[in-house]
């Protein structure tokens, strides 16, 4: 018995010892992985260095930061942690002129002290929970394993411990917040050695990296954080940027997971790419920082990941990759590799239609979706944000930077009334009001609708909105428009940078060229800026100014500056009076074309803008774009279609052989519904349309072949 316990023992022992070696290996492997992917680009000059070493203090400390600050967003002593993370890399790269240097390493220790000692503190828990121990957390790794001479032991243990004690574990969070979290506790366990944890941070870490019907990645494609708001840029970036780190870090390890490729290639694909027309990101997607965050609509940052994922996903995409960081990254042109396409984020109810020429969304929210938030003191003036907000980009910077110095009651594409001062709602996830909202598309063109209805802060306005979406021009449509608020109500037409000529035509066919003011018309036909042309089928009273506008960005951000901040900006809006009953309107919007161009482009639309039915039949395409408020009936060209519930319908191919319907439920709780539809060369087909049920996917887009529907007899 004694021997057998003996030969027992030494197999435990030598299974430990085996374990261990494992660990110590893994520990390796991603340590050099960490090193590899972080010095790989030039280090700083000296001067750079020991310019910052000159506003140290004889502690550590630097003499311009105050570490008592406690802001919510410009939290002025990460700056601390920025200029040591710039140390750390100084004297951790080969090449730097003070690797290694001892002077250095001492201001290392001394600044690393201090920040510990100090243990400053912000009311947002975003600086203490990721802020200052990711970034800070990295360079922690980076003297472990890329230094000449490592930290004391004893620094980086109570460094580890203090980023535990202040960072809560990523268990308590949702989507990019979890994924970030879950970063600060893989660095916190490599510092420790900790295998456990660090098999708890990747764990962790993809857990997001999957479809859900909660915060994070939907089922359409876009990416939803703060509740069911719209958030596919800024947190939604989030994703793709630890994603890639912490993808780097574990490679070739066990932790490596390629089975998330197929997921993040479609959010990449489908939801990332498309919100950038050129180098600018559209400011619908990055919630309450893209309207109130200086440079925020700047895109450029998205090329590297987009460029690592070409290398990583299925090759046929490679070319969809590459071309798109080229354009994004500003090496090729806005329209470089743009193809064709159209798509509504039934989760989200937002909508992108872009073609090589140009790109529009249109943002709207229900009482499933969150309006635009405001929070920390940010987009205190963004409460229209998400009430139909058209953004219209051909070269993508037409609002770059535009926010401190428009006017929030005119955000394109809405209509709303033009109040004195724009309300303020509370902070974080406000829930719109409408039932009705939702859009239709067959991967090229699309249609989106919503019932805009607003009972707050006496806002009192409601109008059923639709955009219609073809190649070369899109109809926007309003009816139903009716308010009891006092002031006018006007519908927004565009609003952005003031970029060459304003030329009209009017009815009759006299062009002219507008100057700098303001100009009201009741009698034009054409309006041309900035390489968009609007059409206006029917006298409509319309306002245009030009004029330089001023604001600063602390008007709308409490973490920013005060400097006044000057832009000249064309804005053009309908105005439907006061307390209007039953208002509407129609124009159409033809990017990239000037007004001869389009008039030549226009297709043959015939159109209906009523309160119970909106449509647009386009007789070149031969495609009939229908949003039924109500049951009810289109008769025009031989075309018949009826539909016994509200739904918004696309029926392509008329008078082909395979005409296809496409139809979606603006309700998102009907189970189905009966349509009938008969096109020339056919017999009339009757659909039993059965809509998709399951909570990710209400309100998507259910298709059937015309041909193979049953005939009515």
Not at 303 to 322: C, G, H, S, V, W
């Amino acid at each position: 018995m004694k021997y057998i316990h003996v030969i027992l023992f030494t197999f435990a022992f030598l299974a430990s010892a085996r374990t261990q070696a494992d660990d110590t290996a893994l520990f390796e492997k991603i340590q050099k992985n960490i090193v590899e992917k972080t010095l790989n680009r030039a280090p700083q000059k000296e001067k750079d260095i020991q310019a910052i070493i000159d506003k140290m203090g004889e502690k550590g400390e630097f003499k311009d930061i105050d570490y008592t600050d406690k802001a919510v967003a410009s939290w002025t002593p990460c700056t601390h942690t920025s200029r040591l993370n710039q140390l750390i890399y100084a004297f951790c790269h080969p090449e730097s002129a003070v690797y290694g240097n001892e002077e250095l390493y001492k201001r290392i220790c001394q600044g690393l002290t201090y920040w510990y000692d100090v243990n400053p503190k912000s009311t947002n828990w975003w600086w203490q929970n990721i802020g200052w121990p990711q970034s800070l957390g990295l360079s922690l790794c980076l003297m472990q394993g890329a230094s000449p001479k490592p930290l004391p032991q004893e620094l980086t243990a109570k460094m580890a411990k203090r980023m535990a004690e202040i960072s809560a574990g990523p268990d308590r969070y949702t989507g990019a917040n979890k994924q970030d979290v879950a970063l600060v506790w893989f660095y916190i366990a490599m510092l420790t050695k900790d295998k456990e944890q660090l098999s708890h941070a990747v764990e962790q870490f993809y857990e997001p990296m999957a479809y859900t019907t909660e915060e994070g990645i939907q089922y359409d494609a876009s990416y939803q954080q703060h509740g069911h708001q719209l958030y596919t840029s800024g947190y939604g970036t989030v994703v793709l940027n630890v994603f890639f780190k912490l993808a780097f870090f574990i490679k070739d390890t066990e932790y490596e997971k390629k089975e998330y490729t197929s997921i993040l290639s479609d959010y990449i694909r489908n939801g990332i790419i498309p919100i950038n027309r050129g180098a600018y990101t559209l400011f619908a997607t990055g919630g309450r920082g893209h309207l109130s965050r200086i440079g925020a609509t700047n895109g450029k940052g998205f090329a590297t990941n987009i460029r690592q994922m070409a290398d990583l996903d299925d090759p046929k995409y490679r070319e969809t990759y590459l071309n798109a960081a080229a354009r994004i990254s500003g090496e090729k042109p806005a329209d470089y590799g743009v193809k064709p396409w159209g798509h509504h984020y039934w989760t989200s109810n937002y909508s992108i239609h872009q073609r090589p020429e140009y790109t529009i969304d249109v943002h709207t929210t229900s009482t499933r979706t969150c309006r635009s938030e405001n929070g920390n003191g940010e987009n205190l003036k963004g409460y229209f944000a998400a009430d139909g907000s058209m953004q219209i980009a051909v070269d993508g910077d037409e609002h770059f930077n535009i926010f401190p110095t428009w006017s929030w009651q005119h955000i394109p594409g809405t209509t709303v009334p033009n109040v004195p001062e724009v309300p303020l709602d509370k902070a974080w996830s406000v829930y719109g009001e409408s039932d009705f909202c939702g859009g239709v598309d067959d991967g090229t063109y699309l249609c989106t609708t919503f019932h805009y209805v607003d009972s707050k802060f006496d806002i009192n306005t409601k109008a059923h909105k639709s955009w219609f979406c073809f190649d070369n021009e899109i109809v926007c449509m309003g009816s139903g428009i009716e308010s009891s608020n006092p002031n006018e109500i006007h519908t927004t037409v565009n609003q952005c940078l003031l970029k060459g000529d304003i030329t009209t035509e009017d009815q009759k066919g006299h062009a002219s060229t507008l100057g700098m003011g303001e100009h009201d018309s009741k009698n034009l036909k054409w309006v041309h800026h900035n390489k968009v042309s609007y059409y206006f089928p029917r006298p409509t009273d319309l306002h245009i100014s030009s004029a330089e506008c001023s604001g600063t960005w602390f008007d709308i951000n409490t973490s920013t500056n005060k400097n006044l901040i000057k832009n000249n900006i064309f804005m053009t809006y309908i105005n439907h009076g006061k307390m209007p009953e039953n208002g509407d309107y129609v124009y159409y919007v033809m990017p990239n074309k000037s007004i001869p161009e389009a008039k030549k482009a226009m297709d043959k639309l015939t159109i209906k803008n009523t309160a119970s039915l909106q449509y647009v039949y386009n007789h070149k395409l031969k495609m009939l774009q229908a949003v039924f408020h109500e049951p009810g009936e289109i008769k025009i060209k031989g075309v018949r279609l009826s539909a016994s519930s509200p739904c918004i319908v696309l029926l392509t191919g008329i008078g082909t052989d395979s005409p296809k319907v496409h139809i979606a439920d603006p309700l998102y709780k009907q189970e189905s519904t009966q349509i009938y539809v008969k096109v020339p060369g056919m017999k009339e087909r009757a659909i039993h349309v059965g809509f998709k049920t399951d909570k990710g996917h209400l309100g998507e887009s259910v298709a059937y072949d015309l041909a193979k529907a049953e005939t009515v007899r």
